[in-house]
């Protein structure tokens, strides 16, 4: 009698936000439709942290189909307010909802798409989902839309096309001069918009750090610390905002607003002129790069990497439209969620056991 293949992972996924009615449906509809395409079991906990908007009612009022969805709503108090606390409590109360050393636990911001194939790339690369590469941690890859980078006008869209295009290059430069870390093809980014670890390997570490800045990139150096493998695969992506007006100060969309903003021959912040930006440990003031001298950065990478054959060919994903009922469910009235103090963290509003009315079948 044929044996029944072993039951897949249970995954959570955390999702830190802050006045995101516009995006939040999306976001989840995203991951709606990604657990739609993967058989094993999924559960999406949502974070409010103290939106003024109307965020909680639009969760409130979403149905996912392929997903149950924990809804949570908090105010943090100083000294806790800020991105670093709102991601933390957002994965233990995802980590929370699972049980075996090997569940997958995931993040992801809530002004980004996830691809439809995003649990089943990060299940195949982690070792607690029988991954082929028994890595700990998976730090997907994070793209903007061209659309988006379009929105801020022809100026700004060239510089951020620069931009992604001397990072990609630098990419592929490093993985060539240090082959013993990670096989090619793969990439350097680390954020929010897309992380996948193993429970037990959370437990582990003790849970995420919580730095006012920079929370996604400190959780992976904690891995690392803690002899954690992390993977950067190129196939496991999702979709972000190229937004510049961002809801945490010091993150993505406050970069993206300066790059925009500023003069032709400013700085450019830890952009650095070849062959200092392959190893930036030692980079001075007088490396760093501006957009009057970009370009020709770019053109002395593209020379280097043709010198190393043909960049690997990746799949593309097409990412089909979500609907049109966005704005309707953002006007559809529901109840806010219940409010509580949580002693010893100066939280107010984490909201209580979710009743079965508020988790999707």
Not at 26 to 36: K, N, P, T, Y
Not at 316 to 339: K, N, Y
Not at 347 to 359: F, L, M, R, S, T
Request: net charge negative; proline share 8%.
């Amino acid at each position: 009698m044929p044996s029944c293949p072993a039951p897949l992972p249970m995954a959570a996924v955390a999702i830190p936000l802050r006045d995101e009615a516009e995006r939040i449906g999306d976001c989840v509809a995203a991951l709606d439709r990604a657990a739609a395409g993967w058989n094993g079991r999924v559960r999406v906990v949502a974070f409010a942290n103290g939106c003024r908007d109307n965020s909680v009612a639009v969760l409130d009022a979403l149905d996912p189909k392929h997903l149950e969805l924990v809804r949570l709503a908090a105010t943090l108090l100083p000294p806790h307010a800020h991105a670093g606390w709102a991601r933390r409590i957002a994965l233990d109360a995802a980590a929370d909802l699972l049980a075996a050393p090997g569940d997958l636990l995931l993040s992801t911001d809530a002004d980004t798409l996830v691809a439809p194939d995003w649990f089943a790339a990060n299940a195949r690369r982690l070792a607690g989902g029988r991954g082929e590469g028994g890595w700990d941690a998976v730090a997907g890859r994070a793209v903007t839309t061209r659309a988006e980078r379009a929105a801020h006008g022809v100026r700004a869209k060239r510089r951020l096309d620069d931009l992604g295009r001397y990072y990609t290059l630098l990419d592929r430069l490093r993985a060539a001069t240090r082959p013993e870390e990670e096989p090619w093809p793969r990439h350097y980014y680390e954020g929010g918009a897309s992380i996948a670890l193993t429970l037990g390997l959370y437990r582990r570490i003790g849970g995420a750090p919580t730095p006012p800045l920079a929370e996604d990139r400190a959780l992976f150096n904690r891995i690392r610390a803690a002899g954690g493998r992390v993977c950067h695969p190129v196939d496991v992506r999702a979709f972000t905002s190229a937004r510049a007006d961002g809801r945490a100060p010091g993150g993505m969309a406050d970069t993206v607003a300066g790059w925009i903003a500023q003069d032709e021959d400013a700085p450019l912040h830890e952009t650095y002129a070849l062959p200092v930006a392959l190893s930036p440990e030692g980079a001075v003031a007088d490396d760093q790069l501006s957009f009057r001298t970009l370009p020709a950065a770019i053109r002395q990478a593209q020379a280097l990497v043709r010198s190393l054959g043909p960049l690997p060919e990746v799949e593309p994903v097409f990412v089909p439209p979500l609907g049109d009922d966005v704005d309707e469910r953002v006007l559809q009235p529901a109840p806010e969620l219940a409010h509580r103090l949580i002693a010893g963290l100066g939280i107010v509003g984490v909201a209580g056991p979710v009743d079965e009315k508020d988790v999707a079948a």
